[in-house]
């Protein structure tokens, strides 16, 4: 059977984080992945974003035993992982000793493709992780985070570009989490791109305001050489556009290798099984949400705030939520909404609503963002709200991760004997509490099952 070149399928990563909150379990993931690897995709997605916070912290798995599992089952297509470069898997920066043990243990532990961007696309948060992965022999694809704004213009995204291109990456994607590029703005861009580099370009949308699809077409016309896709139970709405359709419609423009629909219908059912297995995280989203084009929610970021409200019983203040986040935006600089800093604009949006008052809390997170810890803002920081958070201190002006002292030492002899390898270690390193007590809970296990294979006496002595 052909190689499917021009796909990427985000199935067993983005979709599931999209839509049912990253609750897919391991088991479901290795039920189907053959079969999947089968139809020929050139890469799978399966692993980084929000998979290594929540396998441990919501499903009581081991991350890296997922990775592992995963690419010994994948034949065909390249095991995928998306990294936050300087935040690694999570929402904060670290160290660069911790981003060099995470990107290394990554690689060996069978990760092929390592796509890095950065929430504000400062180069200087990218600069290790691609050094890194670089020395590894990893497929490194730069990533573009994509939004719109005032300052985020054509020649923008090409300068950012070029700067990744300059630190040696293997790919560029152009990283639209929101789902913003239209058609017109997607055929320039890629345009642009194809004219000024070399290196094959990928496109990654969000099928949430309607737009994917359309984006999707003048991409590939336009000569994007990769476009992301997950199958129908996992695509849509907040999701990439599906698979089925977009292959379907490409076939007429373009020969692309024969698959068999049979596999494919075998898959589709099996997946919808799995979805309605965690239909309680279901984002239950049945159409495109207008909304989002003004508000450039990204899908998971979506799917959270659907959550956070209903913890608060606040359902109905969604609108004026959605209506907030833009302002939020614009006050810290217009930053692309991709984790972390969709949290950060998220939450303080939530909190100026319920609030009633804007910025009468302020979160910890939007105090380092308007620091400077996160790195540098598109575009200049409200000097009010600056003044406000700030007082008479002054912002940060160098790599963030500069004003980071080297972590691991520490972490290793806080968790001790907890963590038996380097990638326990990072699970505590990354992860904090959350990481600590799962790394105790497999601990107490281990020891359980222990004492449960010594032979006793009937008065209980182990013999």
Same mark, same amino acid.
């Given at each position: 059977?052909?190689?499917?070149?021009?796909?990427?399928?985000?199935?067993?990563?983005?979709?599931?984080?999209?839509?049912?909150?990253?609750?897919?379990?391991?088991?479901?993931?290795?039920?189907?992945?053959?079969?999947?690897?089968?139809?020929?995709?050139?890469?799978?997605?399966?692993?980084?974003?929000?998979?290594?916070?929540?396998?441990?912290?919501?499903?009581?798995?081991?991350?890296?035993?997922?990775?592992?599992?995963?690419?010994?089952?994948?034949?065909?297509?390249?095991?995928?992982?998306?990294?936050?470069?300087?935040?690694?898997?999570?929402?904060?920066?670290?160290?660069?000793?911790?981003?060099?043990?995470?990107?290394?243990?990554?690689?060996?532990?069978?990760?092929?493709?390592?796509?890095?961007?950065?929430?504000?696309?400062?180069?200087?948060?990218?600069?290790?992780?691609?050094?890194?992965?670089?020395?590894?022999?990893?497929?490194?694809?730069?990533?573009?985070?994509?939004?719109?704004?005032?300052?985020?213009?054509?020649?923008?995204?090409?300068?950012?570009?070029?700067?990744?291109?300059?630190?040696?990456?293997?790919?560029?994607?152009?990283?639209?989490?929101?789902?913003?590029?239209?058609?017109?703005?997607?055929?320039?861009?890629?345009?642009?791109?194809?004219?000024?580099?070399?290196?094959?370009?990928?496109?990654?949308?969000?099928?949430?305001?309607?737009?994917?699809?359309?984006?999707?077409?003048?991409?590939?016309?336009?000569?994007?050489?990769?476009?992301?896709?997950?199958?129908?139970?996992?695509?849509?709405?907040?999701?990439?556009?599906?698979?089925?359709?977009?292959?379907?419609?490409?076939?007429?423009?373009?020969?692309?290798?024969?698959?068999?629909?049979?596999?494919?219908?075998?898959?589709?059912?099996?997946?919808?099984?799995?979805?309605?297995?965690?239909?309680?995280?279901?984002?239950?989203?049945?159409?495109?949400?207008?909304?989002?084009?003004?508000?450039?929610?990204?899908?998971?970021?979506?799917?959270?705030?659907?959550?956070?409200?209903?913890?608060?019983?606040?359902?109905?203040?969604?609108?004026?939520?959605?209506?907030?986040?833009?302002?939020?935006?614009?006050?810290?600089?217009?930053?692309?909404?991709?984790?972390?800093?969709?949290?950060?604009?998220?939450?303080?949006?939530?909190?100026?609503?319920?609030?009633?008052?804007?910025?009468?809390?302020?979160? @910890?997170?939007?105090?380092?963002?308007? %620091?400077?810890?996160? +790195? $540098? #803002?598109?575009?200049? &920081?409200?000097? *009010? /709200?600056? @003044?406000?958070?700030?007082?008479?201190? %002054?912002?940060?002006? +160098? $790599? #963030?991760?500069?004003? &980071?002292?080297? *972590? /691991?030492? @520490?972490?290793?002899?806080?968790?001790?004997?907890?963590?038996?390898?380097?990638?326990?270690?990072? &699970?505590?390193?990354? /992860?904090?509490?959350?990481?600590?007590?799962?790394?105790?809970?497999?601990?107490?296990?281990?020891?359980?099952?222990?004492?449960?294979?010594?032979?006793?006496?009937?008065?209980?002595?182990?013999?």
């Amino acid at each position: 059977m052909g190689k499917l070149s021009m796909f990427t399928d985000t199935t067993f990563r983005d979709g599931h984080q999209s839509l049912i909150a990253t609750r897919m379990n391991t088991e479901d993931i290795l039920g189907i992945i053959e079969k999947v690897d089968e139809l020929g995709f050139q890469a799978f997605e399966v692993w980084g974003g929000a998979t290594f916070d929540v396998c441990v912290r919501f499903l009581n798995e081991d991350p890296w035993e997922r990775i592992r599992l995963i690419s010994k089952k994948l034949k065909n297509g390249k095991a995928q992982m998306l990294l936050r470069g300087q935040n690694i898997v999570a929402y904060r920066h670290y160290a660069d000793d911790v981003v060099e043990l995470f990107v290394r243990k990554a690689v060996e532990n069978g990760v092929k493709v390592i796509r890095i961007f950065d929430a504000l696309n400062d180069v200087r948060n990218l600069e290790k992780s691609i050094e890194v992965a670089l020395s590894c022999g990893a497929q490194v694809q730069g990533a573009i985070s994509y939004t719109t704004s005032p300052v985020h213009t054509i020649e923008y995204y090409v300068d950012y570009a070029q700067q990744l291109v300059d630190r040696g990456i293997h790919s560029l994607c152009i990283k639209d989490m929101a789902g913003l590029l239209t058609p017109k703005a997607a055929g320039d861009l890629v345009s642009e791109l194809k004219k000024r580099f070399s290196i094959p370009i990928e496109v990654h949308s969000h099928a949430t305001a309607g737009l994917g699809e359309l984006a999707y077409l003048t991409a590939f016309l336009a000569g994007a050489d990769i476009i992301d896709t997950a199958f129908s139970p996992f695509g849509m709405t907040t999701s990439q556009p599906a698979f089925e359709s977009f292959y379907y419609a490409l076939s007429e423009y373009k020969e692309l290798p024969p698959i068999d629909w049979k596999t494919v219908d075998e898959i589709v059912k099996y997946l919808w099984d799995v979805r309605k297995k965690y239909e309680k995280y279901d984002v239950k989203m049945y159409s495109i949400d207008h909304r989002i084009i003004t508000s450039q929610v990204p899908g998971g970021m979506y799917s959270n705030l659907v959550s956070q409200l209903a913890e608060q019983k606040m359902q109905n203040k969604m609108d004026e939520v959605l209506a907030e986040i833009p302002k939020v935006r614009k006050d810290l600089g217009y930053p692309p909404l991709v984790t972390p800093t969709s949290q950060i604009v998220g939450v303080q949006a939530v909190l100026n609503v319920i609030t009633g008052e804007r910025y009468a809390k302020v979160t @910890k997170e939007v105090r380092d963002y308007v %620091k400077g810890l996160y +790195g $540098r #803002p598109p575009a200049p &920081i409200n000097e *009010e /709200l600056v @003044k406000k958070i700030l007082g008479d201190e %002054k912002p940060i002006d +160098g $790599r #963030p991760a500069d004003y &980071i002292e080297p *972590e /691991l030492p @520490k972490r290793r002899a806080e968790i001790g004997l907890l963590a038996e390898t380097d990638e326990d270690l990072l &699970i505590y390193a990354i /992860l904090g509490e959350v990481g600590k007590q799962y790394l105790k809970r497999r601990y107490e296990e281990k020891l359980q099952v222990d004492w449960n294979l010594v032979e006793t006496y009937e008065g209980g002595y182990p013999v």
